[in-house]
């Protein structure tokens, strides 16, 4: 947590100037450390900074936030606006929840002031150890100088220290924003944008983290075709002890107009190496987008994904995601965002997305759960975890199930307002509110 008495100002990269080259012991605030804990872990190629939340003085970037608790009510729902827009950053968007097997509850999400292609955004984290009913405030994790850092999330190899991070770095070209009145007058422009993919790794729980490697963007592709622009989705370990991480790149071939192709990575050791056991698209413009796998039983693996169809996109392997039947449009109506599904406890899945049919990113309302017991082939009805109108959204989401059976929702909630903000809200429920009818 940091906390040194003083208020938090916004980021200013001149405030990390001085900051070490050097390899330092870092982790999350509860774990053990080794030495004395001060300031920057080590620039990866690109110049991504990872920071510690023990932070020291003038090195810190959040105002204090006072989130909330998030109380969870067994067979009811909570819902609480777990950061403001403005605060720290205008925006907080895109949040990847984490349970550790010690039970630290960690979440990391990006940040920026006027829009996602800012080449000055930065990424954030919080922990909690009650199972997030409170939560430390929140503190820099990962920053590169002019470029983008994001896409970040974690896995903790099963019986072993180690921990896993993918995140994407990139340099976004063409964004141009009006600065004093907080608003986009051109978006980047993906086709000339390099976006890469990197992983660290840490040997001792998070402590202390390894410089950053690239997985290749030639694997990913199949070819070497520069700039490359993609990013990580989904990190899984499967029943067998095998991890897959799923991402999207923009097809070198179809920069524009963009067509994004999905890949499945694997990894048989632990991380260490990777490589491609499926490449696929749709038919509809812009392709295929944010692929989310649930595991089921004996080797099975069923996948959604966003389009421009209208509806998500599906497709089920049956040998642990080395083939796949698909992707097939699927019945389940959606407008072009991302999908998020995990397996309960009680082995049915959670789907939770917007269940509008639109080929364009509105409306991103309402947000929808729904579960399936079935494997994906068939779905109750939907209930409502939250509602908007106008331009207003509610999207870029993540989901965990908890031991004692709370489901925790992290949504970005974005408000068209001048200027325009994005809020994190916390929505905590369970599986007896999900079976109750009515919305």
């Given at each position: 947590?940091?906390?040194?008495?003083?208020?938090?100002?916004?980021?200013?990269?001149?405030?990390?100037?001085?900051?070490?080259?050097?390899?330092?012991?870092?982790?999350?605030?509860?774990?053990?450390?080794?030495?004395?804990?001060?300031?920057?872990?080590?620039?990866?190629?690109?110049?991504?900074?990872?920071?510690?939340?023990?932070?020291?003085?003038?090195?810190?970037?959040?105002?204090?936030?006072?989130?909330?608790?998030?109380?969870?009510?067994?067979?009811?729902?909570?819902?609480?606006?777990?950061?403001?827009?403005?605060?720290?950053?205008?925006?907080?968007?895109?949040?990847?929840?984490?349970?550790?097997?010690?039970?630290?509850?960690?979440?990391?999400?990006?940040?920026?002031?006027?829009?996602?292609?800012?080449?000055?955004?930065?990424?954030?984290?919080?922990?909690?150890?009650?199972?997030?009913?409170?939560?430390?405030?929140?503190?820099?994790?990962?920053?590169?100088?002019?470029?983008?850092?994001?896409?970040?999330?974690?896995?903790?190899?099963?019986?072993?220290?180690?921990?896993?991070?993918?995140?994407?770095?990139?340099?976004?070209?063409?964004?141009?924003?009006?600065?004093?009145?907080?608003?986009?007058?051109?978006?980047?422009?993906?086709?000339?944008?390099?976006?890469?993919?990197?992983?660290?790794?840490?040997?001792?729980?998070?402590?202390?983290?390894?410089?950053?490697?690239?997985?290749?963007?030639?694997?990913?592709?199949?070819?070497?075709?520069?700039?490359?622009?993609?990013?990580?989705?989904?990190?899984?370990?499967?029943?067998?002890?095998?991890?897959?991480?799923?991402?999207?790149?923009?097809?070198?071939?179809?920069?524009?107009?963009?067509?994004?192709?999905?890949?499945?990575?694997?990894?048989?050791?632990?991380?260490?190496?990777?490589?491609?056991?499926?490449?696929?698209?749709?038919?509809?413009?812009?392709?295929?987008?944010?692929?989310?796998?649930?595991?089921?039983?004996?080797?099975?693996?069923?996948?959604?994904?966003?389009?421009?169809?209208g509806f998500l996109y599906q497709m089920r392997s049956f040998d642990y995601g080395r083939t796949w039947d698909g992707p097939d449009k699927s019945s389940i109506p959606s407008v072009e965002s991302m999908p998020k599904m995990i397996r309960l406890q009680s082995g049915r899945?959670?789907?939770?997305?917007?269940?509008?049919?639109?080929?364009?990113?509105?409306p991103r309302y309402p947000l929808v759960a729904a579960l399936s017991g079935d494997g994906g082939r068939s779905w109750d009805s939907p209930r409502v975890l939250a509602d908007e109108t106008g331009l207003n959204q509610l999207s870029n989401h993540d989901l965990i199930q908890l031991p004692d059976g709370?489901?925790?929702?992290?949504?970005?909630?974005?408000?068209?307002?001048?200027?325009?903000?994005?809020?994190?809200?916390?929505?905590?429920?369970?599986?007896?509110?999900?079976?109750?009818?009515?919305?």
């Amino acid at each position: 947590m940091c906390d040194d008495g003083k208020e938090r100002s916004r980021i200013r990269w001149s405030d990390f100037s001085a900051a070490s080259h050097g390899r330092l012991n870092v982790g999350f605030p509860g774990t053990p450390t080794r030495g004395r804990v001060v300031q920057a872990l080590e620039f990866a190629f690109d110049g991504a900074i990872l920071y510690h939340g023990i932070c020291p003085a003038r090195r810190t970037i959040v105002q204090r936030t006072a989130i909330p608790e998030v109380e969870y009510c067994p067979g009811d729902i909570t819902r609480v606006t777990f950061v403001r827009g403005g605060i720290g950053w205008n925006f907080h968007q895109g949040p990847t929840l984490y349970r550790f097997p010690d039970g630290r509850l960690f979440m990391v999400w990006g940040v920026y002031d006027i829009q996602e292609c800012s080449n000055d955004g930065a990424t954030v984290f919080s922990v909690s150890s009650d199972n997030g009913e409170t939560w430390a405030d929140p503190c820099l994790w990962m920053k590169a100088p002019n470029a983008v850092v994001s896409h970040a999330s974690l896995l903790q190899v099963r019986g072993t220290d180690t921990v896993i991070m993918p995140f994407a770095e990139g340099h976004f070209v063409g964004a141009e924003e009006d600065r004093r009145f907080e608003r986009v007058t051109r978006w980047a422009d993906y086709g000339a944008t390099s976006r890469r993919i990197f992983v660290r790794t840490s040997v001792d729980g998070g402590v202390s983290w390894s410089e950053a490697r690239e997985i290749p963007p030639k694997l990913v592709v199949g070819r070497d075709a520069p700039p490359f622009h993609g990013a990580p989705y989904q990190l899984m370990q499967l029943a067998n002890g095998e991890i897959l991480l799923t991402a999207a790149y923009l097809h070198p071939d179809h920069r524009n107009p963009q067509r994004f192709h999905a890949v499945v990575l694997r990894s048989v050791d632990g991380g260490r190496t990777w490589r491609k056991d499926f490449d696929f698209t749709v038919p509809e413009p812009r392709g295929a987008m944010e692929p989310w796998i649930a595991e089921l039983d004996d080797g099975e693996l069923y996948c959604v994904m966003r389009t421009k169809s209208g509806f998500l996109y599906q497709m089920r392997s049956f040998d642990y995601g080395r083939t796949w039947d698909g992707p097939d449009k699927s019945s389940i109506p959606s407008v072009e965002s991302m999908p998020k599904m995990i397996r309960l406890q009680s082995g049915r899945l959670l789907l939770v997305w917007n269940n509008v049919s639109s080929s364009e990113q509105r409306p991103r309302y309402p947000l929808v759960a729904a579960l399936s017991g079935d494997g994906g082939r068939s779905w109750d009805s939907p209930r409502v975890l939250a509602d908007e109108t106008g331009l207003n959204q509610l999207s870029n989401h993540d989901l965990i199930q908890l031991p004692d059976g709370r489901i925790l929702s992290c949504v970005s909630h974005f408000r068209a307002q001048r200027p325009a903000c994005s809020d994190l809200d916390m929505y905590v429920y369970d599986e007896a509110w999900l079976d109750r009818s009515g919305s």
